[in-house]
């Protein structure tokens, strides 16, 4: 039996004043997949979730939504997305309750009182309902946003850097809880700078310029980008190794994490001869199979062809 796919559309696209915000993004998504939306600032990601969720008409598009269609059925489309924006938009001065009722309003929900109730207590905010939504830490308002998307029953979550300036702590259990809606069907398709939640994502699109640039799995996208990398570790001065590997011929990339160095090409054999001569005391050098950020930054570095990928 073939797979049901939730998102299911071709050619998405729009311009803002004759400037291409998306141009012509592909896209299918699994039922219960976490679907993982990458990119820079400006990529078109918003754009791409707002499209889908219904809220913005494409200029062009082909296929379906929830099995609606993406240009036609926006209103349908809507009643069964769950969207989180990627800035706070409940209301500040409505508690923790009032917004949610004033969701399950805006739905028609049946028994309102009840499921606004049940919500509030799934996300472990029941001692803190009467509380202003506007004075709530990032962590918790975070929560609630999430609570306000999932009060419908939506079968598919479009949340966009549902954890921009959360905690590490808060981010794991807000993933925990994205996790379990994905056992239980529902499909999420989430926008994130964060590396280590792209590593949670069941399938990734990296989207660039409007354009989506990698698409596939983890590991996939890794491979795919048939990208070599060197680490290199030491006691020297690291910035000033960093300028002198970035001006070597055959060394196309040099990322700092922290007090290490990755050093990357498509070329082993160049990447070898750039690293070479640097391959002395106090530094050490090996090679490993390259992170998603690598990966990443490699695909907008400027000098690249924007050929989406199989
Ligand atoms: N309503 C709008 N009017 C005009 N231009 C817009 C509008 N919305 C987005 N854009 C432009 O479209 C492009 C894509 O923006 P978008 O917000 O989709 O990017 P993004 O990938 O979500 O970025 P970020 O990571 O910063 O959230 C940008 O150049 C942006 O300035
Ligand atoms: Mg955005």
Request: aromatic share 8%; hydrophobic share 40%; with cysteine.
């Amino acid at each position: 039996m073939e797979e049901e796919l939730i998102i299911d559309v071709t050619g998405l696209s729009k311009s803002f004043a004759g400037k291409p915000a998306v141009n012509g993004i592909s896209l299918q998504v699994k039922k219960g997949d976490i679907f993982g939306f990458l990119g820079p600032n400006g990529a078109g990601k918003t754009t791409s979730i707002r499209m889908l969720c219904g809220l913005l008409t494409p200029d062009a598009a082909e296929g379906t939504c929830l099995g609606f269609n993406v240009l036609t059925q926006s209103y349908e489309i809507k009643k069964q997305v769950g969207y989180m924006t990627q800035a706070f938009s409940l209301y500040k001065d409505l508690s923790i309750y009032e917004n949610l009722d004033f969701v399950a309003r805006l739905y028609e929900i049946d028994n309102r009182r009840e499921r606004v109730l049940q919500s509030i207590e799934e996300l472990g905010l029941v001692d803190r309902q009467k509380q202003l939504a506007g004075e709530l830490s990032g962590g918790w308002k975070q929560r609630l946003a999430l609570s306000a998307a999932l009060i419908h029953d939506p079968k598919l979550l479009l949340l966009d850097e549902p954890t921009a300036g959360v905690d590490p702590k808060a981010r794991r259990e807000f993933w925990a809880h994205i996790q379990k809606l994905s056992q239980k069907g529902i499909t999420t398709l989430v926008s994130t700078h964060y590396m280590d939640e792209a590593e949670r994502c069941s399938k990734l699109a990296y989207i660039f310029n409007g354009q989506i640039v990698a698409k596939g799995s983890a590991d996939e996208i890794v491979v795919g980008s048939g990208l070599f990398t060197w680490v290199v570790t030491g006691s020297g001065d690291l910035a000033d190794l960093a300028e002198r590997l970035q001006s070597e011929v055959g060394i196309e990339q040099v990322a700092r994490f922290g007090g290490r160095l990755h050093v990357s090409s498509k070329d082993k054999e160049a990447l070898l001869r750039g690293v070479k001569k640097y391959q002395v005391a106090p530094w050490s050098w090996h090679e490993i199979v390259p992170d998603l950020e690598d990966v990443f930054i490699s695909l907008c570095s400027s000098d690249k062809d924007f050929e989406e990928q199989p």
